[in-house]
T-cell receptor, first 114, second 113 residues
Framework: AQSVTQLDSQVPVFEEAPVELRCNYSSSVSVYLFWYVQYPNQGLQLLLKYLSGSTLVKGINGFEAEFNKSQTSFHLRKPSVHISDTAEYFCAVSVDNYGQNFVFGPGTRLSVLP | NAGVTQTPKFQVLKTGQSMTLQCAQDMNHEYMSWYRQDPGMGLRLIHYSVGAGITDQGEVPNGYNVSRSTTEDFPLRLLSAAPSQTSVYFC????????????FGPGTRLTVL
């Protein structure tokens, strides 16, 4: 079975500063990796995903993530955050398996301060 | 496309009452799922379906029933509501493939008194 760890439950950062949200996973098989964002009082939407190929993945709103197989990590980064990036961010893993595909991490709440 | 729609947006129930949360999608996706979101616990899978007529349990299925009579609809039934079921419920759909993006509805905020 797969599992996802997001070590930081809350990350406060000042506007225009860089940010990194950490995600580690465990799995006995190859996985696909996702980052979703949830803005206040909304559903989740996809930021980016890693399926194969280049380990650096670029997503929407200037976010990017790097897949590191040896460290089983998929950390999310943005070089300069905006107030509008304030949201909860979820890392998720998926496998090609009949049935339960997605496992989500507990989430990291990013607060961007003026 | 409306995407994934959920009704109602808010609901307050008394302990022991039953109700159905509605979910519909217009993307012809085979895979649909229900999650509950509780603070600090991320999203936990309640039930899922890989196609019309096929459903299965997720991580936290107790107290919930589902059915899938059409590709579009996937209702979630609370049989006898309990305060522990106070949560935000999300429905999601995707093509049946581990690589595919899941599309989420806006959620239903349920309070059980």
């Amino acid at each position: 079975a797969q599992s996802v760890t997001q070590l930081d439950s809350q990350v406060p950062v000042f506007e225009e500063a860089p940010v990194e949200l950490r995600c580690n996973y465990s799995s006995s098989v190859s996985v696909y990796l996702f980052w979703y964002v949830q803005y206040p009082n909304q559903g989740l939407q996809l930021l980016l995903k890693y399926l194969s190929g280049s380990t650096l993945v670029k997503g929407i709103n200037g976010f990017e993530a790097e897949f590191n197989k040896s460290q089983t990590s998929f950390h999310l980064r943005k070089p300069s955050v905006h107030i509008s990036d304030t949201a909860e961010y979820f890392c998720a893993v998926s496998v090609d398996n009949y049935g339960q595909n997605f496992v989500f991490g507990p989430g990291t709440r990013l607060s961007v301060l003026p | 496309n409306a995407g994934v729609t959920q009704t109602p947006k808010f609901q307050v129930l008394k302990t022991g009452q039953s109700m159905t949360l509605q979910c519909a999608q217009d993307m012809n996706h085979e895979y649909m799922s229900w999650y509950r979101q509780d603070p600090g616990m991320g999203l936990r899978l309640i039930h899922y379906s890989v196609g019309a007529g096929i459903t299965d349990q997720g991580e936290v299925p107790n107290g919930y029933n589902v059915s899938r009579s059409t590709t579009e609809d996937f209702p979630l039934r609370l049989l006898s509501a309990a305060p522990s079921q106070t949560s935000v419920y999300f429905c999601a759909s995707s093509d049946y493939d581990g690589q595919d993006t899941q599309y989420f509805g806006p959620g239903t905020r349920l309070t059980v008194l």
